[in-house]
């Protein structure tokens, strides 16, 4: 079902999908600089980027939809309020829309596969599209009963969920008070509400659905899986090691995505020091032999 090569052109493509509208942010901050942003807004814009995907990364994904690991309530309640924060739905529907994918990955039922038209250029570029961010304007949605079950049943989780217009509200008027206040004036708060708010929303929100594409098409795959998920090392820290992607289809419930020598994950570091701090416990680290096992092995000649 999923046979075939990119050719050259393809790939051409999807490169200036990825690249060229992330060119003209970064065209745009000398332009800016000096008078419409600042190191207020730089920093408050890493902040808030640095926490709300962290939210996804740790929280919604690897505990929540993965079960990686086990949290303390208090974490847990923490951990679903400040994925919200990022703005890519509320949790019970984020999570059952990627178990959703991993249940179908790159097969129809899928809900963001960039395989599901095709193989030809057009049906490549209409792929990346789907995958990034088209989907999300599917009518469709997934039945959170079957795919989420254990957060439909939790009490707190359904309130946090509840709470996603108001977290949204909160994770774009902070920036702007802080940076009102760090500033002592409005202009202040609307450079910070432009690039700490609006920026860095849609910064991650393309770092995540690349995952969902880029990391579907272009890369390593070092380990055998049942789709063309990918390890795409480019956003490896902004994504925070959620582009090891391969390694993660291969090993779902892992709590560290990068599992090779050399694979940043803050996200994993971060797990690492909660366990640390004896905030989550029953971590699920890689397992050697595990990895071994699903390590692609050299295809034997014919002869031998
Ligand atoms: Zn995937
Ligand atoms: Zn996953």
Same mark, same amino acid.
């Given at each position: ?7 050259? %052109? ?33 920093? #408050? ?168 594409? #880029?990391?579907?098409? #272009? ?27 391969? %390694? ?44 071994? %096992? ?9 002869? %031998?």
């Amino acid at each position: 079902m999923l046979k075939g090569e990119k050719t050259r %052109s393809q790939l051409a493509l999807v490169k200036v999908f990825a690249i060229v509208p992330l060119l003209a942010l970064v065209a745009a901050v000398p332009v800016a600089w000096g008078w419409g942003l600042g190191w207020v807004d730089v920093g #408050i814009a890493l902040f808030f980027y640095t926490l709300t995907c962290l939210g996804v990364t740790v929280g919604f994904h690897r505990y929540f939809t993965h079960g990686a690991f086990k949290a303390r309530r208090g974490l847990r309640i923490t951990l679903a309020a400040v994925g919200s924060m990022a703005m890519q739905g509320p949790v019970i529907g984020w999570v059952a829309d990627h178990r959703r994918h991993h249940a179908y990955a790159d097969k129809e039922g899928d809900p963001h596969s960039p395989w599901l038209f095709g193989t030809s250029a057009a049906a490549l570029a209409k792929g990346f599209w789907h995958a990034h961010m088209g989907w999300l304007f599917d009518r469709a949605q997934t039945n959170a009963r079957r795919f989420a079950p254990d957060l439909l049943a939790d009490k707190d989780i359904q309130r946090v969920n509840r709470l996603f217009p108001v977290l949204t509200v909160i994770t774009l008027v902070a920036p702007a008070v802080l940076g009102g206040l760090i500033t002592l004036s409005w202009w202040g708060a609307l450079t910070a509400f432009f690039w700490a708010s609006l920026v860095r929303v849609a910064l991650l929100h393309h770092v995540t659905w690349s995952v969902n594409s #880029i990391c579907h098409m #272009i890369g390593d795959r070092p380990f055998e899986a049942r789709d063309k998920s990918a390890n795409f090392w480019p956003l490896a820290i902004a994504s925070m090691g959620e582009s090891w992607h391969n %390694s993660h289809h291969a090993d779902p419930t892992c709590a560290r995505h990068g599992v090779r020598r050399g694979q940043i994950d803050i996200s994993a570091r971060i797990i690492w020091v909660f366990e640390k701090l004896g905030w989550v416990h029953n971590v699920r680290w890689p397992k050697q032999e595990r990895l071994a %096992s699903k390590l692609k092995r050299p295809v034997p000649s014919a002869t %031998s």
